[in-house]
């Protein structure tokens, strides 16, 4: 008796007929026989058909059947070393689902900007079904992390009635009349939420109205955000270390062929364990004046800083201790030194910038209302979030990590708008 399966699957049918459901990929013809790539979103398969061993119309089907078209293929199935996935199918029918148009994407190059116009057929190649396979990965090997370290998970807004980091990057929404913003972050929610729960963390869309064209930038992007009471800047940055490298094993174990599929070098990502090296931000200014930057202490860093920083190590680097005047206004001061605030962000190796940037939080109400005047923020928007600290304050830290960037360093893919369905970047909003 035949089974339906799926072709990630096939290995347990050796042997055995099945019916496979999917979308031919591609057809080549060799005399009496006729090649069928079939691929079913977990996998692919070469189904082998052979006049005179299955009907006319099968093998005539085989013949024309377009490609991308969806079908039922039912065959035998056998083991074969040089195939994709180890196996093969012989065919003994084929049925027709939907018969497909002529596609757009063929096998010839095609310009991004092409590729890009029709992201909904792009996804099907292989490259695209890699990424969006290891991006569900390690999205479920963080959530697998925080939910088995005790973490409740707290779905904070995405309409908030103020900035919670810069005023100038932010998208307006028209709520009732109203004026509220689409979130850059659901930290300052998480703060409140923590203080019920001890250890919360929220996963959802983030908006950025930043006017840039960066292979780095989006203006919607996922975002990963714990927050943990009675956390310190130390433990902060042992949580993101720990959390990272989690991810980046359970990706090798889970996703290697898809790496290899993108072409991704494994060996730098089985580099990449714990300890991550630890600098200070001052001692990343002289290493990057080392390196010929014009920096001095009190600047940030650009995306070629990052750069520098990153391909100077073979794992993350954490950069810890900022100057207080380039960060947000709720982090806390360095008690050894005020001018610095108690941050860091992770920076990945190979080019791909930050991916992590956290802080312990300042928690004493009457210093947090005199950033906030200093920031020239609207208390009464800010209220509730000083509520944290009028009831009950207590010192807590967290950080965001952002998906696509992370994606793009395991993966190896280049531009960040490989790594999310459909990217939303500043001259594309289709499809």
């Known amino acids: 008796m035949q089974a339906d399966t799926t072709i990630e699957r096939i290995g347990g049918y050796e042997g055995r007929p099945v019916t496979l459901t999917g979308w031919v990929q591609n057809r080549r013809s060799s005399g009496r026989i006729r090649f069928l790539v079939l691929r079913d979103g977990t996998g692919v398969i070469q189904c082998v058909f052979v006049k005179g061993e299955v009907s006319d119309a099968a093998f005539e089907l085989a013949d024309a059947v377009t490609q ?18 180890g196996h093969e199918l012989t065919g003994t029918d084929l049925a027709l689902i939907s018969l497909a148009e002529p596609y757009p994407i063929t096998p ?31 999205i479920k090997a963080m959530r697998d992390y925080l939910d088995d370290n005790d973490f409740v998970l707290g779905d904070t807004p995405i309409l908030t009635p103020a ?46 109205a930043e006017k840039s064209k960066t292979r780095r930038h989006l203006m919607e992007f996922w975002m990963l955000e714990p927050e943990v009471a009675f956390l310190d800047l130390k433990g902060d940055m042992d949580l993101a270390e720990d959390l990272v490298a989690h991810t980046v094993a359970r990706v090798l174990e889970k996703r290697r062929p898809e790496l290899e599929t993108l ?40 995306a ?13 680097v954490l950069v810890h201790r900022y100057p207080a005047a380039i960060k947000a206004f709720y982090m806390k001061r360095d008690p050894q030194d005020a001018s610095l605030a108690l941050a860091f962000d992770m920076i990945a190796p190979e080019g791909y910038g930050e991916i992590v940037g956290g802080s312990q939080r300042e928690d004493d109400l009457a210093t947090l209302e005199t950033r906030i005047a200093e920031h020239r923020l609207p208390a009464e928007a800010f209220r509730w979030y000083s509520d944290v600290r ?14 696509e960037r992370t994606v793009a360093w395991l993966t190896g893919v280049r531009h960040v708008r490989e790594t999310t369905p459909f990217p939303r970047m500043l001259d594309k909003i289709y499809p």
């Open 263 to 302: 072409g991704r070098d494994i060996a730098k990502l089985e580099a990449v364990k714990r300890p991550f090296p630890r600098i200070s931000y001052r001692e990343a200014v002289d290493l990057l004046r080392e390196k010929g930057r014009d920096i001095k202490p009190g600047d940030d860093f650009g």
């Open 390 to 403: 009028r009831y009950g304050s207590f010192p807590h830290a967290g950080f965001g990590l952002g998906i």
């Open 68 to 85: 991308e078209s969806s079908v039922a293929v039912t065959g035998l199935v056998r083991a074969d070393k040089r195939a994709p996935g």
């Open 304 to 316: 070629e800083d990052e750069t520098l920083l990153g391909e100077s190590h073979d794992r993350p």
């Open 108 to 138: 010839k190059e095609h310009g991004t900007e092409f590729l890009m116009a029709n992201r909904h057929l792009w996804l099907r190649s292989s490259r695209q079904h890699a990424v969006l396979r290891i991006r569900s990965e390690i």
């Open 163 to 208: 900035a919670c980091e810069g005023t100038t990057t932010l998208f307006p929404v028209d709520y009732f009349g109203e004026q509220v913003f689409l979130t850059q972050s659901g930290q300052l929610y998480n703060e409140a939420i923590c203080a019920a729960v001890r250890k919360t963390y929220c996963f959802g869309p983030t908006f950025r």
